[in-house]
């Protein structure tokens, strides 16, 4: 059984969750859900202490299939760009599996709201949605008339991949005040040196996640674009599009009036 993005009708309320997504496992947590959970990714590092008290059933992309079997799931938890396909399809023969597919905000208040909905988590999940959104509308009040800056958003190095558009990425940079100079390109493209100097963003993100960016790294990247601002920012507060969005708008605007 699987569902994408719509909720699951369960014959109970699940009380043996396991969750393949680090973002979506920390909003378990938030909802209450903590002592439900029975499985997570290694990637899952919210809430601290969360991996030392459940089963690790390997890496979003590389699920140890028979740990999860043997955990009897009442309901498993992924998402369709972060979970491979094949080990997603597996799991959904033998137990209930709900993905979600998040590309907009709205989207990500959404996934809250369903997840909500299959657990008995509603009153948790409306009042976090009604948080978020009013965190988001601060934000917006915040960046009025502050002049909105030209920027990339880069993930990977060699190649280096940036943030374009069909990304829940974009759609923070645009949040946080930002015009992404990639945004008519989809997805994650390849960005050579001369594609970067063409595009002369104002400001380089260089994201936490999935590439460690570090202090080391903006050298290289400054000789490219001189006369760019660049910047490491928390991969977490772009990308976790769980209850992490609560306290990404307060960040986002920090580092839009930086």
Same mark, same amino acid.
């Given at each position: 059984?699987? $569902?994408? $993005?719509?909720?699951?009708?369960?014959?109970?309320?699940?009380?043996?969750?396991? +969750? &393949?997504?680090? +973002?979506?496992?920390?909003?378990?947590?938030?909802?209450?859900?903590?002592?439900?959970?029975?499985?997570?990714?290694? /990637?899952?590092?919210?809430?601290?202490?969360?991996?030392?008290?459940?089963?690790?059933?390997?890496?979003?992309?590389?699920?140890?299939? #028979?740990?999860?079997?043997?955990?009897?799931?009442?309901?498993?938890?992924?998402?369709?760009? #972060?979970?491979?396909? $094949?080990?997603?399809?597996?799991?959904?023969?033998?137990?209930?599996?709900?993905?979600?597919?998040?590309?907009?905000?709205?989207?990500?208040?959404?996934?809250?709201? !369903?997840?909500?909905?299959?657990?008995?988590?509603? #009153?948790?999940?409306?009042? &976090?949605?009604?948080?978020?959104?009013?965190? /988001?509308?601060?934000?917006?009040?915040?960046?009025?008339?502050?002049?909105? !800056?030209?920027?990339?958003? /880069?993930?990977?190095?060699?190649?280096?991949?940036?943030?374009?558009?069909?990304? *829940?990425?974009?759609?923070?940079?645009?949040?946080?005040?930002?015009?992404?100079? /990639?945004?008519?390109? +989809?997805?994650?493209?390849?960005?050579?040196?001369?594609?970067?100097?063409?595009?002369?963003?104002?400001?380089?993100?260089?994201? +936490?996640?999935?590439?460690? *960016?570090?202090?080391?790294?903006?050298?290289? &990247?400054?000789?490219?674009?001189?006369?760019?601002?660049?910047?490491?920012?928390?991969?977490?507060?772009? $990308?976790?599009?769980?209850?992490?969005?609560?306290?990404?708008?307060?960040?986002?605007?920090?580092?839009?009036?930086?």
């Amino acid at each position: 059984m699987i $569902s994408l $993005s719509h909720p699951l009708t369960l014959p109970h309320s699940p009380h043996r969750i396991v +969750s &393949l997504v680090p +973002s979506q496992t920390e909003l378990l947590c938030d909802l209450g859900l903590r002592d439900r959970l029975v499985g997570v990714t290694k /990637f899952c590092v919210h809430p601290p202490g969360l991996k030392r008290e459940k089963t690790i059933v390997g890496g979003t992309k590389t699920v140890k299939l #028979e740990v999860v079997a043997a955990l009897q799931p009442d309901l498993i938890i992924g998402n369709k760009e #972060e979970n491979d396909k $094949s080990q997603i399809e597996a799991l959904a023969a033998l137990f209930p599996v709900w993905i979600s597919d998040i590309y907009t905000p709205g989207d990500a208040l959404e996934m809250i709201a !369903q997840i909500g909905a299959m657990t008995g988590a509603n #009153e948790a999940a409306a009042d &976090l949605i009604t948080r978020i959104r009013d965190a /988001f509308a601060q934000l917006e009040k915040k960046l009025a008339g502050v002049p909105r !800056q030209r920027a990339a958003y /880069f993930i990977w190095r060699k190649p280096y991949m940036a943030a374009g558009a069909d990304t *829940f990425i974009h759609h923070m940079l645009q949040l946080a005040g930002f015009d992404n100079v /990639f945004g008519h390109l +989809s997805r994650y493209p390849e960005i050579t040196p001369d594609t970067l100097t063409q595009a002369a963003p104002q400001v380089i993100l260089l994201s +936490s996640e999935p590439y460690p *960016f570090k202090e080391k790294h903006l050298a290289e &990247l400054q000789a490219i674009c001189p006369d760019a601002v660049i910047r490491l920012v928390d991969g977490e507060m772009f $990308s976790w599009y769980g209850s992490r969005l609560l306290p990404a708008a307060e960040y986002l605007g920090g580092l839009a009036r930086g």
